[in-house]
Each structure stands twice: as C-alpha cells, then as structure tokens.
C-alpha cells in the first residue's frame, strides 16, 4: 500500500496536497479521492489492490511527508502549536469522519510526545527492521495517546499512517511558524 501511495503522490502530487486539506466525507474529498486512481492505473503494474480508504489515507500521508520532510527534522513542536486540523470540522466532527478525525489525533499526539521515534518510523521501509522496533520503542507513547478507558486495536500500517499524518500536520504548521517569525524578525 505504502509502494502504490507513494506512486500515486508522484504521479498526483497537487491533488494529493489539496486531498489531504480538505474535511472527510465532503463530497470534494470523495471525488478527489477517487481521482487519484482507477482499475488501470500504472501505479498497480498489472496487480490488483483491494484498497482501504484508511490505508491509503495514511500512505498518502507517509509518501508526502517522505518528499516534503525528509531531511528536516525537527525536534520538538511548541505546546501551543496547532495543526488546524480540527477547524476543519467547525463546532462538531460528523460521524463519518469521527474514526479519522481521532486516528489524526492519535498521530498528532504521539509525534508531539516523540518527534525523532515518529519521524524514524514514518521515514522506515515497511516491515523493515527498523520500522518494527521503532513501533517497540514507540509503544509507551501509544499507548499514553489512547484515551482513558478506550481499548483500541490497530494495525502498524495503521498506526504509522495516523503518525504520519500527525507528523505531516505538525511540521507544516511548525514550519509555517518558523517563516512567520523570520519575516517579523526582517
């Protein structure tokens, strides 16, 4: 899945960017989505995916930050910096995007609590590894981001594609901080 997304983002890139800015379930999301792909597409080299609108999600997430973040690393996120994604969704999340409305602020969560760990994985090759000890070293992070009284069970591909998007987010926003502050300082 991460191999096709990364594909696709290559082939895609504007409408990826403009996929992952915009609220789920609105009707532009659905059809931006399905645009990115279909039954013939060169990113499946003669293959079949059955695909996971989840999956997908969370390796289109891993593919950008990949091209737009890996060789900038940054080490901590300030307490007060905010991804905006939630002002997406206005006062209240609809139940159709309730499941990755929460999944983003699960990634959200973990990378605030370990940038470098986070970034390690995103940045792993799957089934990797390095990837399969970052998750070991990551796991007291996760499990500190999962709500009390919550029992949750999720796959890596999962898991990685929510830090991901959580990482993505942050840094965007950081480093959007990080010009605002050069241009007031000129």
């Known amino acids: 899945m991460e191999g096709f997304a990364a594909c696709v983002v290559d082939r895609s890139q504007g409408r990826a960017r403009k996929f992952i800015d915009l609220p789920v ?20 080299a003669d293959g079949h995916l059955k695909l996971s609108e989840n999956l997908l999600r969370g390796g289109i997430f891993v593919a950008l930050f990949q091209h737009d973040y890996k060789s900038k690393a940054i080490d901590a996120f300030p307490d007060d910096l905010n991804s905006g994604y939630l002002q997406l969704y206005g006062d209240t999340v609809p ?6 409305v929460a999944l983003e602020q699960f990634g959200e969560c973990v990378a605030r609590a370990n940038p470098s760990l986070s970034r390690s994985l995103v940045l ?3 089934a990797s590894r390095q990837e399969n000890e970052t998750v070991q070293a990551l796991m007291p992070k996760l499990s500190a981001c999962i709500p009390d009284g919550e029992k949750i069970e999720l796959s890596k591909a999962t898991v990685k594609g929510a830090i991901a998007e959580g990482l993505l987010r942050l840094t965007r926003a950081a480093t959007k901080s990080e ?8």
Do not use: H
């Open 95 to 100: 139940s159709a995007a309730y499941s990755v």
């Open 124 to 126: 792993s090759y799957p």
């Open 25 to 44: 379930g609105s009707p532009e999301y659905k059809s931006l989505l399905k645009s990115m792909f279909d039954p013939s597409d060169e990113c499946m």
């Open 179 to 186: 010009f605002a502050r050069t241009e007031v300082q000129k």
